[in-house]
């Protein structure tokens, strides 16, 4: 291995032959891959940013976010709307759970610093329900069903619950009448409603201080595995209705409906789909095209499909890692410790909540299991993103088509309104019951919640300014990022024969464009006896832990066709001793502002296919569940503080990968 230590593709929005292949992409998207003062290809009516950079800056913001408005949050005591979450988001304080006996707000709690972007993403499956059973007008006000979401509490979500597990979804008959269709017209005003808020909190002056997307979330559970996913628009130009889980169980039906209802059918209409929470999927989110579909042009058609609608996915939340889980049988690669942090699944004997013992495996080849969700299903391959982007690599020797060309972002998933609060030592949980700190220290094996669960992370962005029409660019061509939390700001780049002294230059990123690709694209068409270099650097978040060191992930499928995966630690060495003390949280050893470097792959065959992306790492800090017990004295700290759960972390930031393609 070759790298230098640490000092301080032209690719387009590909189109297909498939049903999305009337996406709109002027030459100004894919021209700034060339040409970056090509800029942003505004499709609003807006003032153009004031802070401008054709090297892209960093934005920080939170695209999975539950007012209200949402069926398993309401019920439980949240009030908030759209406009509230938005308000935090901007960094105004909020009045936040858990409420006393009049309702009100009992603690106020404000962002130590704004966000960037937010989209507020409400489920759309039940929008009429949740309109009709909170209106006194409505002819099924009084109804049992009604009645239960006013009132609240553990049963309050519990008649939608059978709609979004079954396969063949349908509205519940007391609220939306036999034939489903009563519940249609009473969903448009909270759509609406919805969309008004984004808009209003949008800014679109020259200051581009915010900006707020459209967007929803599409939420079908079948057989209790997550298959979950977040629609996000490019700008306030959207289908009548919000597109659910009823009409479209299927992701291609989903995709379909987009390309019709948006793309094809508004003028000016774009879209893309975020997958989250593969990690309890059981198989379902990401099958294998070759399997999933019969014919060769059926499965080269849906995967391209897919590519197009979901060229993002969210790698990590309050609900777990999605990135890696070690040991999948047909894998091979050395375990990976960081694999570890925040994972809500592993195989082995369990206990559930009756007392009867379940067995928790790996998913066989092309396995969908059952009740993943609840983690008592298998474990499948294709539920991590690691190595779902191994399968696409399988999948692109068999059709011809990469079936998972994703980059990541991460979200947090709150329930309670406080888009992008993601700090350890204040998390005030994801559900309203969690705000209750007891409750938030408990153990509750049915699901990834409370003990199990964490703050959650932020979608991370590199856009020439602040609007909606940059940062969405940015998605669609992946050049994005995850963090688990904090606000460190990874790079990467690739590129033949990049210079091994790059690191030691004025302007990395302006090299980078010059030189290489950025994360999110292509490498192809090897020179003769060139050498493929990655460029790789991160800035520690000013109000965090500083890093520890930056690992290079590649991920190739051999001339055997055997898939394998390597991590290479390939900065900041010097930053691996040290401990935490538990205390004061205060870490032993030392860490780095800043670290850059520029590393050559020892074993790159210029015959295979290969993706590669990396993670920065922090130093250790404690996890939320020891912070909040050890800022308590240690005679007055509750029971629920002596628990099982780690306490340490280590916060990570994950880019999208960059895939080198081989010469046909």
């Not at 092309?366 to 690599?393: A, M, Q, Y």
């Amino acid at each position: 291995m070759r790298f230098i230590p640490a000092t301080t593709i032209a690719i387009a929005f590909a189109l297909s032959g498939c049903a999305s292949a009337n996406l709109d992409t002027s030459s100004t998207v894919s021209d700034q891959w060339t040409n970056p003062n090509a800029m942003v290809r505004y499709t609003e009516d807006r003032a153009i940013c004031a802070d401008r950079n054709p090297h892209r800056n960093a934005y920080f913001g939170d695209l999975h976010i539950h007012t209200g408005y949402s069926y398993d949050a309401r019920p439980y005591g949240t009030d908030l709307t759209p406009a509230d979450a938005y308000r935090f988001a901007k960094g105004e304080p909020l009045g936040a759970p858990p409420y006393d006996e009049m309702g009100k707000p009992t603690q106020t709690i404000q962002l130590n610093k704004p966000l960037d972007f937010a989209a507020v993403t409400d489920h759309s499956e039940f929008f009429g329900e949740m309109q009709l059973c909170t209106d006194p007008t409505s002819e099924v006000y009084d109804t049992r069903t009604c009645w239960l979401v006013r009132e609240g509490g553990p049963q309050g979500g519990t008649p939608f619950f059978p709609t979004i597990i079954s396969q063949a979804p349908e509205r519940p008959a007391e609220l939306c009448g036999e034939d489903g269709t009563q519940c249609d017209p009473a969903s448009k005003p909270l759509w609406q409603l919805t969309q008004d808020m984004a808009n209003e909190a949008d800014d679109k002056t020259s200051r581009c201080v915010f900006t707020a997307f459209i967007g929803y979330e599409h939420t079908g559970t079948p057989n209790s595995n997550n298959y979950h996913r977040n629609v996000i628009f490019r700008n306030d130009r959207v289908p009548e209705r919000a597109i659910s889980y009823v009409e479209t169980p299927r992701d291609h039906q989903l995709w379909k409906e987009l390309n019709d209802q948006c793309v094809e059918g508004i003028d000016g209409c774009e879209v893309v789909v975020i997958p989250h929470n593969s990690n309890i999927s059981s198989g379902e989110m990401f099958p294998s095209y070759t399997v999933a579909f019969e014919t060769a042009d059926e499965q080269r058609s849906m995967a391209e499909m897919r590519n197009l609608m979901e060229p993002i996915m969210e790698v990590f939340q309050h609900k777990g890692n999605s990135e890696c889980l070690n040991g999948f049988p047909g894998i091979l690669g050395e375990p990976d410790e960081l694999c570890n942090i925040e994972q809500v699944r592993a195989v082995g004997d369990y206990v559930g909540n009756g007392g009867e013992p379940y067995t928790v495996r790996f998913c066989e080849d092309n396995e969908v299991g059952r009740r993943g969700f609840v983690r008592t299903g298998c474990i499948s391959k294709n539920d991590f993103f690691r190595s779902v982007l191994l399968t696409g690599l399988q999948d692109e020797e068999k059709i011809g088509v990469n079936s998972y060309k994703m980059g990541v972002i991460a979200s947090t998933d709150t329930h309670i309104g406080l888009a992008g609060y993601t700090q350890e030592q204040g998390w005030q949980g994801a559900l309203v019951v969690e705000t209750d700190p007891r409750l938030r220290l408990l153990d509750v094996n049915n699901m990834p919640r409370a003990l199990d669960a964490n703050p959650g992370g932020l979608a991370g962005v590199w856009a020439v300014e602040n609007s909606r029409d940059a940062l969405f660019e940015s998605m669609q061509r992946r050049e994005v990022f995850g963090t688990s939390g904090t606000r460190i700001k990874p790079r990467l780049f690739a590129g033949w024969n990049l210079d091994v002294n790059a690191c030691a230059g004025d302007d990395t990123a302006a090299y980078g464009y010059e030189a290489g690709t950025p994360m999110g694209g292509d490498l192809t068409s090897q020179p003769t006896d060139a050498t493929l270099r990655v460029l790789a650097t991160a800035v520690q978040d000013p109000d965090a832990a500083q890093l520890q060191k930056l690992q290079v992930i590649k991920g190739w499928v051999d001339g055997e066709g055997q898939s394998r995966y390597q991590v290479f630690d390939i900065a900041g060495q010097e930053n691996q001793s040290g401990s935490v003390d538990l205390e004061t949280g205060k870490w032993s050893g030392s860490g780095a502002a800043a670290l850059c470097s520029v590393f050559e792959d020892p074993d790159f065959d210029p015959t295979e296919a290969a993706y590669y992306y990396m993670r920065a790492v922090e130093v250790p800090t404690l996890r939320w569940s020891w912070a909040q017990c050890a800022a308590i004295s240690a005679d007055a700290r509750p029971a629920e503080c002596d628990n099982a759960a780690p306490k340490v972390i280590q916060e990570l930031a994950w880019t999208s990968p960059i895939w080198y393609l081989p010469s046909p």
